[in-house]
């Protein structure tokens, strides 16, 4: 008798410039090798692009279209407009930080049919978590970290704002930017840097 393989909800997290992006396209790739239908999301929240263009972009140049949802929208009905289209073997998530808890209820959902890859961040600029990694983390049926590197050469885990060049700890939880405004650390060289004059 055939083992029947069950859908699961996977997170794949790291810190900024772990190539989340980039491994989410790559996956989207080798499942549309296979001959498999791939529905790419991502939040609106992420506005790095222009509006129109409704894409996942990863720093070391790989480009995919996708489908943004907001934060009111739910990834149910979006699931079931795609899929009566053209049927949906596999859902990946990029920047799936932003997804709200209801969001993730509903990702968890919709493995009762397909698989659901999450890629994002798991900590904000303060080190705590945020609203859809939390949800992810207690729903999840798979985590695995996407390892980068500090300056200093231990292992990233903080995602450090900086502002005008100084290291901070305040501001709003949620501010879109790239190298100039972030930089992935070591917990310590991160204090090392909040406590600079």
Known sequence: MKETIMP???????????????????CKFNYEQKGMNVMLVKPSLD????EKERMVRS?????????TI???????????????????????VDEAQFC???????????TKSVSVLCYGLLLDFTCHLFEG??????????MQEIKSVCRCG??????????????????PTILIGGDESYESMCYWC????LHKH
Do not use: H
């Open 133 to 142: 990694s939390k949800r992810l983390v207690e729903l999840a049926d798979s």
């Open 154 to 171: 231990r292992k990233s885990s903080v995602n450090a704002r900086f502002v005008n060049g100084k290291c901070v700890e305040d501001g």
């Open 100 to 110: 709200t808890t209801e969001q993730v209820n509903q990702l968890k959902e919709l």
């Open 190 to 193: 991160w204090q090392e840097e």
């Open 8 to 26: 699961k909800l996977y997170f794949k997290y790291g810190t900024m410039n772990s190539s989340k992006s980039a491994q989410a396209l790559m």
């Open 70 to 92: 907001e934060p009111t929208e739910s990834f149910t009905e979006l699931f079931e407009r795609v899929n009566k289209v053209s049927p949906i073997d596999i859902v990946i």
């Open 59 to 67: 720093r070391i140049g790989l480009t995919a279209n996708c489908y």
């Open 47 to 50: 506005t790095r692009d222009d």
